[in-house]
């Protein structure tokens, strides 16, 4: 049972192999032929493979420059890594979470096929995380065996399906009704990022929609821009860091370590963006067979990589103002007394960046810088908050980075220390209200509409 169990959990943890299974059973739904079975099937999880090995890139050149940093400006904090946490709650938690991960899908997909709420979540890792948060504040708050495996499974499933849907109206404009939902769990970031910007910014005046002069023609190839910026930034903290401390990094010369490493960086970004693009020509069409024939108006809720092709420019602009904005906070908390959170440069790029990305299609250059940085901010004080908590179950100095993972961490252990066992429940309960609401009023739809794969593809480029 336990090998069985192990084994589903590598499979649902694996958004690649979670594509590929929804693209062939949405395939085998429309009758497809064997050569388009084939390759509809494969091409979704060569994309999202070639999407990992691009953020693996991407995170190989981020987490030296991490050090770099704390280095050369003398900074001591705890630095937020999804990774880590998870990693050290494992060994406590291990088949709690893969219990979790497992329900909370099967639950995720009841949801999508008998409720309103059609969003079926594919960033499996994502979900593994969460799974890992809940397992974790669940035992914290006397749940244990069956109990709480059920209890987490259903608010892993719920948020899950309910997460896409409170910002799906951000979500197709940004992919201007491109059929897919946001999946990844700095969701209400983004949302927020989407709902500042709109207020202060004018979409008219956008990244996406920027005209470059000849002048500065090779500015447009988004992978050359990247590439400059990284050098430069890349550049000025090594000189800051200073020569004895940057022989412990690398034997090369500074000069050199920036160039490749910002260069490498840009490439990482460069793979990701292609991985997109095999990722929605194939998962989206897949997915009709999907909506037509299983879960009707089913859609994907995919990582968040997956916009950076709709604005990108507004993903290395996003970057660097969250970036600053997690400086300014880091800053914030060290003045208030609290722990310093130093800015993680992965969670800033992935996460800035899509903030980045719903701020330009929402509210432009302006919206996009605005938001991004008090998006920055908030990624320094939420894991600041999140912190205590975690170390009261044993995760001292580690926390977790994204937005969600913060926002329900802080409240399950808040509300758990005033009113006990009771607010779990009631937590529950709220989730299923939410669930079971757009019942009662016909005109509520919290679904999107889907278009065809020529309209989908324009709509990326």
């Known amino acids: 049972m336990q090998a069985l169990l192990s084994f589903l959990t590598d499979i649902f943890s694996q958004p690649a192999f979670l594509m590929g299974i ?17 390759t509809g099937t494969l091409k979704p999880i060569l994309g999202y493979l070639m999407l990992s090995a691009g953020a693996g890139v991407i995170v190989s050149n981020l987490n030296p420059l991490g050090d770099i940093i704390e280095a050369g400006f003398n900074i001591r904090g705890v630095i937020p890594n999804n ?6 709650a494992q060994q406590m938690l291990g088949v709690e979470t893969m219990s979790i991960l497992l329900l909370g899908f099967i639950i995720n997909l009841i949801i999508a096929r008998f409720t309103k709420y059609k969003y079926i979540f594919l960033t499996g890792h994502h979900s593994f995380f969460l799974a890992c948060l809940f397992s974790a504040v669940l035992q914290a708050a006397h749940f244990s065996g069956w109990w709480l495996i059920a209890i987490g499974g259903f608010l892993l499933g719920s948020w899950s399906a309910i997460s896409p849907a409170i910002g799906q109206r951000y979500t197709k404009q ?28 004018n979409k008219a005046d956008s990244f996406a929609d920027t005209e470059i002069s000849e002048k500065w023609g090779f500015l447009r190839d988004t992978t050359v821009t990247t590439g400059i910026i990284m050098v430069i930034i890349y550049l000025i903290c090594s000189l800051v860091a200073g020569t004895q401390y940057m022989k412990t990094i690398t034997e090369l010369n500074p000069l050199i370590f920036s160039i490749l490493c910002g260069l490498q960086f840009a490439v990482g970004v460069a793979i990701v963006y292609n ?16 909506s037509q024939k299983i879960i009707p108006d089913s859609i994907p809720a995919v990582d968040c990589a997956v916009f950076f092709t709709f604005s990108p420019t507004a993903v290395v602009v996003g970057f660097i103002c969250s970036f600053i904005g997690g400086l300014v906070g880091m800053f914030i908390l060290g003045g208030v007394g609290m ?12 996460c800035g960046g899509t903030s980045g ?20 901010i908030l990624l320094a004080f939420l894991p600041a908050l999140l912190l205590p908590a975690l170390g009261e179950l044993g995760f001292q100095n580690s926390t977790f980075a994204d937005f969600d993972f913060a926002v329900w961490g802080i409240v399950i252990g808040n509300l758990f220390t005033q009113f006990g066992q009771i607010a779990i429940y009631a937590i529950c309960v709220v989730l299923l209200i939410t669930l079971l609401l ?7 739809k919290v679904v999107g509409d889907t278009k065809t794969l020529d309209e989908l593809n324009k709509s990326s480029k």
């Open 22 to 38: 929804i693209a062939f059973v949405g395939l085998v739904a429309l009758r497809s032929p064997f050569n388009k079975l084939l």
């Open 83 to 88: 990774e880590a946490i998870v990693s050290v």
């Open 174 to 201: 940004v992919t201007d009704d491109g059929g897919i939902a946001m999946g990844h769990f700095g969701s209400l970031g983004y949302y927020l990022s989407a709902f500042i910007a709109k207020r202060v910014g």
């Open 275 to 290: 991985g997109v693009r095999l990722i929605l020509g194939d998962l989206v069409p897949a997915f009709q067979g999907i």
């Open 339 to 350: 722990a310093l959170i130093i800015p993680g440069m992965v969670p800033h790029f992935f």
């Open 357 to 376: 990305v719903f701020a330009d299609k929402l509210g432009g250059k302006r919206g996009c810088i605005i938001a991004s940085f008090i998006g920055g």
């Open 438 to 444: 757009p019942f009662c009023f016909k005109s509520v």
